[in-house]
């Protein structure tokens, strides 16, 4: 007999699964012609990359053979495991409680269903997998005669491969797929194919997953509306400057230099999390560099057209208009560096009393250890990407923006692939995975330029490693303050590296740690708290020894900068109010350069209002 409550009890409706079959194969069709044909544009990329790939798998092979006895311990080790985990199995079939083992201290949440531990079947998939993914990692470790760069490439796409075959990611072997499949009939499928061939359709990648409800946010609508006038404009960049909301503020402004890798709303999502709001708040003028989101007609523009046309021409606009030459400064991730170079070239030009205090958010100076970025960085794969990059003169957002995801892959990855495409669902709308999805283009002479001379040669570090606009590039001639915040769980700028900065000034330098990662440690208002941060008055020369001896705090760092910025802040004057005949003709923020997304191109139309300047 039915039972009344199976998935299985409905009247068998075979014209309807007959047309649920019909359209998965007609969309399967279409998916594998849209996949092919963007497969091919990055082709030079992919082939590059699965050489450079071969060549650390073919030395860690070889290295693995020349110390037979290290092997044979490690296959060893890892069969009388395996076998203590059949014994376990076998005793869980015969009714004895699940034992469950820790690899962890955090929970993994792919295995969040009841039915990874009490099912006895389910069980052993996932054991056995944990139990095989540690003694491969565990095996690469203790290989020590590998070299850095081939150590730090095989343990990458080692973790990447692991967490590709995690059971999780399969139909047959994840309980929660399988009971959904039999539950819905299969509709669940269906719906994935169709969520997965919307993600091809959209952008210039082959994959760009869906992470939230592009629908639902619009910037200018529910994003970045902090109030604020566009006053200044070229091809590069627009400048904002918000209007104050108090009746007083500090004489000296502040000026904040986004990454163009991203947009800069993320520091102006909302009202509640809106670092650029707070800072009004706290009566401070405030202006903001909107990068231009690069198209085919900016493809001649480099690295150090980015400087004049950004961080100069912007102080050049701030100072007639607010008639104060100092002004402080603070950039995020690129954004930091390229404050950095702005700030040598100022002192160079003996012009360095321009920028009151330097303030790097998650930034990189010294790049000699740039993380996991470094797998993708090497002269062949340079080459390859500008070779892929000369096609349209720039390389296509969607694309770095893909690499920073494979950082976090269970995350950022994998967790999208199991509920979009096979359990069928509709991501959430979340203010910063809009943002994070709305990425931009970078010129093929500027990207060059940065990945070549500071991930690959690291030649910021260097007095006069590089050179800009004709002068010679010193970070050791800074003299003006220096504030560091960093992120503990940064994988994009790592914080030990960030911290090798503090060498490069000759200035006073304060460096900060942050709780959480690159944009959550950032993105910290006060009024929660949610993210700590650490304070160490002492330098010492090793990042770890700074931290052993550093004070937690569980306020946001928000709080610190404050304190710390006030020194450099000036006295109070009149608040800089945008009201006038001159105001009413200009752009209201967030400005058109910031509209512009790669999947819709109809977007950011700019019909380039009359600027004040």
């Known amino acids: 007999m039915t039972d009344p409550d199976s998935p299985f009890a409905a009247p068998f409706d075979l014209t309807r699964l007959s047309g649920i079959m019909a359209e998965v194969n007609e969309k399967s069709r279409k998916l594998v012609e849209k996949f092919v044909e963007k497969k091919n544009r990055y082709k030079e990329i992919d082939r590059t990359e699965a050489q450079v790939v071969g060549k650390s798998f073919q030395e860690l092979t070889t290295k693995l053979m020349s110390n037979p006895a290290q092997l044979f311990n490690s296959q060893m080790n890892y069969w009388q495991e395996y076998w203590g985990l059949i014994q376990k199995s076998a005793s869980q079939l015969l009714g004895q409680p699940a034992q469950t083992e820790t690899t962890d201290s955090k929970p993994d949440k792919r295995f969040r269903d009841e039915a990874w531990d009490s099912n006895p079947m389910f069980s052993f998939i996932k054991q056995s997998y944990l139990l095989t993914a540690r003694s491969i990692r565990n095996t690469i470790q203790n290989i020590h005669d590998l070299d850095d760069k081939t150590r730090q490439r095989v343990e990458f796409y080692t973790n990447q491969y692991l967490d590709a075959i995690s059971p999780s990611n399969f139909l047959m072997t994840n309980p929660e797929l399988l009971k959904l499949t039999v539950e819905s009939r299969g509709e ?79 520091l102006d999502l909302t009202e509640k999390n809106s670092m650029v709001k707070y800072m009004v708040d706290q009566g401070y003028t405030v202006f903001m560099i909107s990068w231009a989101n690069p198209d085919e007609t900016l493809l001649k523009k480099d690295f150090q057209d980015y400087m004049l046309e950004g961080p100069i021409a912007a102080l050049d606009a701030i100072e007639r208009v607010t008639r104060q030459k100092k002004v402080n400064v603070i950039g995020y991730c690129m954004g930091g560096t390229l404050l950095a170079c702005t700030a040598a070239y100022l002192h160079a030009k003996g012009e360095g009393d321009r920028i009151a205090s330097n303030t790097y958010m998650a930034s990189l100076l010294d790049f000699s250890n740039p993380g996991d970025m470094g797998v993708f960085i090497d002269e062949e794969q340079i080459q390859a990407l500008e070779k892929q990059m000369v096609e349209h003169g720039y390389l296509d957002g969607c694309a770095m923006s893909n690499s920073f995801n494979m950082l ?28 994070n999805s709305d990425s931009t283009n970078l010129p093929a002479r500027m990207h060059s330029f940065y990945l070549r001379n500071m991930y690959l040669h690291n030649r910021l570090r260097e007095p006069s490693g590089i050179s800009l606009n004709k002068v010679p590039i010193d970070l050791s001639r800074i003299t003006n303050p220096v504030y560091f915040i960093s992120t503990r769980e940064d994988h994009i700028a790592i914080w030990q590296s960030t911290y090798k900065g503090i060498r490069l000034h000759s200035g006073p330098v304060r460096f900060v740690l942050g709780a959480s990662g690159h944009v959550a440690g950032i993105v910290n208002p006060p009024f929660k708290i949610k993210y700590g941060h650490w304070t160490n008055e002492d330098l010492p020369e090793s990042a770890e020894e700074w931290l052993n001896h550093a004070e937690f705090h569980e306020t946001s760092w928000w709080l610190d900068w404050i304190r710390w910025n006030k020194a450099y ?43 004040l300047m």
């Open 408 to 435: 976090r892959a269970n995350d950022l990855v994998w967790s999208y692939v199991v509920n979009n495409y096979l359990k069928g669902t509709s991501p959430v709308p979340f203010d910063v995975l809009f943002w």
């Open 188 to 266: 669940n499928l269906l719906k994935g194919l169709n969520n997965l061939l919307d993600d091809l359709d959209r952008g210039p990648c082959q994959l760009q997953i869906k992470m939230t409800d592009l629908d639902a946010f619009e910037v200018g609508k529910n994003l970045a509306l902090t109030p604020g006038k566009i006053l200044f404009q070229n091809d590069l960049m627009q400048l904002i400057q918000y209007a104050p909301t108090t009746e007083t503020v500090y004489k000296n402004p502040v000026m904040i230099i986004p990454p163009w890798i991203n947009k800069y709303y993320i």
């Open 569 to 611: 802040a000036g006295k109070k004057v009149a608040a800089r109010k945008l009201t006038g005949k001159k105001f009413k003709k200009l752009e209201d923020a967030p400005g058109c350069y910031v509209t512009k997304r790669l999947d819709r191109p109809e977007s950011g139309v700019c019909y380039l209002p009359n600027a």
